[in-house]
């Protein structure tokens, strides 16, 4: 009998990823018992452009989470490039998001949780569930709740019946780092007319690529070729970790509850890599499940998760069209030079600062500029 598992749990998650850590750490600021189960061994890495955007970092930080300076690195907005090319934004009333090595935002999120007094379970894969227990190995441990936060292909969703969703259009992404020197302070979108490529400065000293494609056979030396601004910057830049790569896309499931399951994370739907908001998404869903927990009534959770994926899922959207249309990239760009605003507004209402309706004259302004760019 493993000594390290209890005999029950106010709330058992499923899952020791970002998302699980955010609920148990959430969950303990409630008073509940919390227990994390993950089979793998901490840190845990994943495919990730690594970057938190302000509304993201606020969420993180609301969680009571702070990154090393060493081990992090902060950019002020967004630049998209296009071949020649280029429209940069910055963050509205001088915020910042924050770039962080997954396996950094990993272990400081570990150690939180840790502290607040959640037990967490390593190398401890989960192999089922009833309906107020969960089975370790050949033990079963009670519990009131169940939350699955075991990534996109979720088996606690599949357990719980909550499968039933539209078909996601999948692309791929793959991630890597390189030792140089950072060149800019904004994350940087690079649209080819196979794939985009971001860049992220996670330290002094490297920087995050990443590039999505919906080519599953593309990998970055591959995509790079299509970036010819970004491969240049990397031209001497030695790769200083393993490529990772994991598919990506927007997907939602009719339901993120059921009796006492929930799911949360990536196991309760995904949006686009291209948005840069999946773990953000994550920080706000952990709030407010653990609300939901603390009050013994899923109901609020499932309303506010459809809720917050909404504005998330129109950007990813709205920048996807860009995807494989270099003209409609180019005159994108052109419009976002000659008026600058919009693109500062368009980015105020990707972090939340703004709402649709706020965005409606700027939306008529850039549809009349892409129609009336030169050619």
């Known amino acids: 009998m493993d000594p390290r598992l209890p005999n029950s749990a106010d709330v058992f998650v499923i899952g020791g990823g970002p998302a699980g850590l955010a609920l148990a750490i959430a969950a303990r600021g409630h008073g509940l018992h919390v227990v994390v189960a993950d089979g793998a061994e901490p840190p845990i890495d994943k495919a990730c452009g690594e970057g938190l955007l302000p509304d993201g970092l606020a969420a993180l930080e609301a969680l009571g989470i702070g990154v090393a300076a060493s081990d992090a690195r902060s950019f002020r907005g967004i630049r998209f490039i296009s071949r020649d090319l280029s429209a940069d934004a910055g963050f509205s009333k001088g915020a910042v998001g924050l770039a962080v090595r ?8 570990a150690q939180r949780a840790e502290q607040l007094g959640a037990a967490l379970l390593w190398r401890t894969p989960v192999t089922g569930i009833s309906p107020d227990e969960v089975r370790v190995g050949s033990r079963t441990i009670r519990t009131r709740w169940i939350i699955g936060a075991d990534g996109a292909n979720s088996l606690v969703r599949r357990w719980a019946g909550l499968e039933h969703g539209a078909r996601p259009r999948l692309r791929y992404a793959f991630r890597a780092h390189y030792k140089v020197a950072p060149w800019s302070n904004l994350t940087e979108v690079h649209w080819g007319t196979r794939c985009q490529g971001y860049a992220t400065a996670v330290s002094d000293t490297e920087v995050c690529v990443a590039l ?8 970055l030396n591959d995509g790079l070729q299509d970036l010819p601004g970004l491969s240049e910057r990397l031209r001497e830049a030695a790769l200083v970790s393993r490529e990772r790569g994991a598919p990506t896309g927007n997907r939602s499931f009719r339901r993120v509850c059921c009796g006492n399951v929930a799911l949360i994370g990536d196991a309760s739907g995904t949006v686009d890599a291209i948005t840069g908001e999946g773990l953000g998404l994550a920080f706000r869903q ?20 459809r809720r917050l994926a909404l504005r998330p899922r129109m950007m990813a959207n709205l ?47 850039l549809g009349w500029g892409l129609l009336t760019a030169s050619r």
């Not at 997954?102 to 400081?108: K, P, Q, T, V």
């Not at 999505?212 to 990998?219: G, L, N």
């Not at 760009?333 to 700027?362: A, C, K, M, W, Y």
């Open 102 to 109: 997954r396996i950094c935002l990993h272990r400081a999120m």
């Open 319 to 365: 920048m996807l069209t860009l995807d494989r249309r270099p003209e409609l990239q180019r005159r994108t760009l052109q419009v976002f030079n000659r008026r600058p605003e919009i693109f500062r507004r368009f980015l105020e209402l990707h972090v939340g600062s703004r709402t649709p309706l706020d965005l409606l004259g700027d939306s008529l302004t």
């Open 286 to 305: 952990a709030a407010i499940l653990a609300e939901s927990l603390a009050a013994a009534d899923l109901r609020p959770y499932q309303s506010a998760h």
């Open 212 to 219: 999505a494609s919906s080519d599953p056979r593309m990998r």
